[in-house]
């Protein structure tokens, strides 16, 4: 049985930094996207950044590019988001995904999510 499991939420300043692991088991990932989404109260679940788990190419949200990045480390099965000059409105729940395709990457149409970490930015 597929698990991603989330961890490394937490409450931050604004300015401050984050890193969000996703540890995978269950299945071999090869070939698979790997993704993390945010959902903030009343607001619909959004793509923040991808990356294949066999290449490392990695796809980003506008508004988080140049300020988080994705990476994998594949001899751990983990996916990890490091959060710099984190702001108000990156408060959410974070979700980490997985599928086996690169269609509708930013789509939250994905097979495997796992349960979500907060983070809480303060102003």
């Known amino acids: 049985q597929v698990q991603l499991v989330e961890s490394g939420g937490g409450l931050v300043q604004a300015g401050g930094s984050l890193r969000l692991s996703c540890a995978a088991s269950g299945r071999t990932f090869s070939s698979y996207v790997m993704a993390w989404f945010r959902q903030a109260p009343g607001k619909e679940r959004e793509f923040v950044a991808a990356?294949?788990?066999?290449?490392?190419?990695?796809y980003y949200e506008g508004s988080v590019k140049g300020r988080f990045t994705i990476s994998r480390d594949n001899a751990k099965n983990t996916v990890y988001l490091q959060m710099n000059n984190l702001k108000p409105e990156d408060t959410a729940l974070y979700y980490c995904a997985a599928k086996a395709t690169l269609y509708r990457l930013v789509s939250p149409n994905y097979n495997y999510w796992g349960q979500g970490t907060q983070v809480t930015v303060s102003s």
């Open positions: 990356i294949t788990w066999d290449d490392g190419d990695t």
